[in-house]
């Protein structure tokens, strides 16, 4: 079954930028998308269609692809940016699939 | 306001059955993509099916083919999933959702 692998988790300190990249065969032709997920809360959406921020999410939260990878950027990271962070995308038959998830510490 | 509320969780017996709803409101429902989603406690997230906008094409993850049904009703801005011969390790929250939109999920235990 189809894979996406992200890294179990990413240190940085405050204003620091965080990196969380997540690795798949199908993503040169599947776009990403990133997930910020707080403790007893439902995800949020951060970044859609590869690169494209929601309306209400900080600018600091950017998002690429290239060839088998897709990196979520948080640039200047907050304390509130602390969480669990997940990528999403299909595999080439259309089924959808998370990534492990990330936890991001900011301290 | 965009609202996706889950309900029908609850506990089970291995082997049992749950159907779990979401009512949703404040966008058009029918022009949506929906998805279940599940979380097992402490665990990451897991797609487990999705259903087209008029609900004739569907899609399962592999460990719930056969035993769930995903189903809605876009007259009544619904989303179902009927959930059969349930196992220890279906044992979650259960989150409806859109790309954008989630509801706060619903936690199905399955257990003796």
């Known amino acids: 079954s189809y894979e996406l692998t992200q890294p179990p988790s990413v240190s940085v300190s405050p204003g620091q930028t965080a990196r969380i990249t997540c690795s798949g065969d199908?993503?040169?032709?599947?776009?990403a998308y990133w997930y910020q997920q707080k403790s007893g809360q439902a995800p949020v959406l951060v970044i859609y269609?590869?690169?494209k921020r929601p309306s209400g999410i900080r600018e600091r939260f950017s998002g690429s692809r290239s060839g088998t990878m897709a990196t979520l950027t948080i640039s200047g990271a907050q304390v509130e940016d602390e969480a669990d962070y997940y990528c999403?995308?299909?595999?080439?038959?259309?089924?959808?699939?998370f990534g492990g998830g990330t936890k991001l510490t900011v301290l | 306001e965009v609202q996706l509320v889950e309900s029908g969780g609850g506990l089970v017996q291995p082997g049992g059955s749950l159907r779990l709803s979401c009512a949703a409101s404040?966008?058009?429902?029918?022009?949506?993509?929906l998805s279940w989603v599940r979380q097992a406690p402490g665990k990451g997230l897991e797609w487990v099916a999705k259903?087209?906008?008029?609900?004739?094409?569907?899609y399962y993850v592999d460990s719930v083919k056969g035993r769930f049904i995903i189903s809605r009703d876009n007259a009544k801005n619904s989303l179902y999933l009927q959930m059969n011969s349930l196992r220890a390790e279906d044992t979650a929250v259960y989150y409806c959702?859109?790309?954008?939109?989630w509801g706060q999920g619903t936690l199905v235990t399955v257990s003796a």
């Open positions: 959702a859109t790309i954008e939109y």
């Open positions: 404040g966008f058009t429902f029918s022009s949506y993509w």
């Open positions: 259903i087209n906008e008029d609900g004739s094409d569907k």
């Open positions: 199908a993503l040169p032709k599947k776009f």
């Open positions: 269609e590869d690169s």
């Open positions: 999403y995308s299909a595999d080439s038959s259309g089924l959808w699939v």
